[in-house]
């Protein structure tokens, strides 16, 4: 058996993607997701996605964070989620076998979860992340640029000179747990009224 902690922690992401009950049992939303050959977090985004009209937005940016190289691509593009995103798509052809990897996890994820062909649309990047990451959506802490407490409890920082710290609500991806204060790695901007109605 995994440590129980870790099951313990598992359990509860679970419940806060709408895939399991408290008393651990797969709901309609998780068995849909269970059939998702895709992390939960994943499949829980594309089909929330598609409900609020992102679907093509959703497996796209699934089929990014499952390669891993947006994730691992911040030193030369900074935090920002759309920022990165841009940068691959541009550089992507450099990228040996990246391209056409995404190009076809995209593919994959729109045909089994029936999604339609659409236009990506930049401003659900941080819904989505949200969707994905429930307990990542990070609020600013006043007294320090760039200082944000995750609704996991976590305090967290960005980067100095980030222009993401402007920002009061952001939904992270990619966090760095290290002693007292972790690091944000990969983000995107949400506001109160997205989380207000996403998580309503």
């Known amino acids: 058996l995994p440590p129980l902690a870790h099951l313990a ?12 009950t408290k008393d651990k049992q797969l709901t309609v939303h998780g068995r849909a997701m269970a059939e998702l050959p895709l992390h939960p ?3 829980h ?36 989620l759309a ?26 994820f729109m045909e089994i979860t029936n999604t339609q062909e659409g236009k990506v649309v930049e401003a659900a990047y941080g ?4 969707l994905a990451y429930p307990d990542r959506v990070a609020r600013k ?3 320090r640029a760039g200082l944000y407490q ?10 100095s000179g980030s222009l993401l710290a402007r920002e009061e609500f952001l939904a992270v991806a990619n966090v760095e747990s290290a002693g007292v204060e972790g ?14 109605k996403i998580f309503a």
């Not at 598609?50 to 499952?66: F, H, I, N, R």
């Not at 819904?127 to 949200?130: D, H, K, Q, T, V």
């Not at 995750?150 to 980067?159: E, Q, R, Y």
């Open 9 to 20: 922690q598992s359990h509860e992401i679970l419940q806060s993607l709408g895939a399991m």
């Open 41 to 43: 977090r994943l499949g």
């Open 45 to 80: 985004m594309i089909i929330k996605g598609k409900q609020y009209g992102w679907g093509a937005t959703a497996c796209d940016l699934a089929a990014l964070l499952d390669a891993r190289e947006l994730v691992t691509s911040g030193n030369k593009t900074g935090v920002d």
């Open 83 to 108: 920022t990165r995103v841009e940068a691959f798509h541009r550089d992507r052809g450099r990228i040996t076998g990246v391209r056409d990897r995404v190009v076809t996890q995209r593919r994959r």
């Open 127 to 130: 819904p989505l992340l949200a």
């Open 141 to 143: 802490r006043p007294g």
């Open 150 to 159: 995750l609704s996991n409890g976590t305090i967290a920082s960005l980067p």
């Open 183 to 196: 690091k944000i790695h990969l983000a995107a901007h949400v506001t109160q009224s997205e989380l207000e």
